[in-house]
């Protein structure tokens, strides 16, 4: 797989807010997109997936935005919380390549 | 049963050693993956199974030899590792090969490698 950029990019967020984390991928025919949650010392978890056909996806307190047009996705979390503090990935894959592409990751901090 | 499980979570060994890293799902998955993640970096596929056969290695140097016993167990046996093999070693398992369904994943073992 591929990783973009070199820096992990940190987003600061007041607890009870709401958090937005973007990511801007890379395959034009990439036809499924997921968000993975790491905390530290834990292996990725996945949030919330969204297909291609759909550019809209509402999860528990978290929803998946999808613009095919300039090839960005985001994820919103609603009312964010202490336990939201983490490493969010976005990965991408589509029929043609079975393997994941992942982002290079946004470390969210939870400012109480 | 919605885990996958890895041990040990932690390993030191030297770089004469050989340790065996293991790896077990009782989800019925039948395509299982190793996964080496650096600090602060995604995570970088190493080896995938597809019902029990190997169907990927990303050009992984042989000191890494991975091992599909049977449908829930992967085995990733370690040999004169280098100490920038220290890294977080990720199991992870899908219904099937083709990544566009969820993947599950491990916690991982610690690597440090002296």
């Known amino acids: 797989g591929e990783s973009v950029g070199l820096h992990l990019p940190t987003l600061s967020v007041q607890e009870g807010d709401n958090s937005i984390i973007n990511c801007a991928y890379s395959n034009s025919a990439s036809d499924y997109f997921i968000w993975y949650k790491q905390e530290s010392g834990k292996g990725p978890q996945f949030i919330i997936d969204i297909r291609s056909n759909m550019d809209k996806r509402q999860g528990q307190r978290v929803t998946v935005l999808l613009n095919k047009t300039v090839k960005h996705l985001s994820l919103q979390i609603a009312a964010t919380q202490p336990g939201d503090s983490a490493v969010y990935f976005c990965?991408?894959?589509?029929?043609?390549?079975?393997?994941?592409?992942w982002g290079a990751g946004t470390k969210l901090i939870i400012k109480p | 049963d919605t885990e996958v499980t890895q041990t040990p979570k932690h390993l030191v060994m030297g770089m004469t050693n050989k340790k065996s890293l293991k790896c077990e799902q009782h989800m019925g998955h039948r395509a299982m993956y190793w996964y080496k993640q650096k600090a602060k970096k995604p995570p970088e596929l190493m080896f995938v199974y597809s019902y029990e056969k190997l169907s990927i290695n990303e050009s992984v140097p042989s000191r890494f030899s991975p091992e599909c016993p049977n449908s829930s167990l992967l085995n990733l046996h370690l040999h004169a590792l280098q100490p920038e093999d220290s890294a977080l070693y990720l199991c992870?398992?899908?219904?099937?090969?083709?990544?566009?369904?969820?993947?599950?994943f491990g916690q991982g073992t610690r690597l440090t490698v002296v």
């Open positions: 992870a398992s899908s219904q099937e090969e083709e990544m566009n369904t969820e993947a599950f």
């Open positions: 990965a991408e894959n589509s029929d043609s390549n079975y393997q994941l592409i």
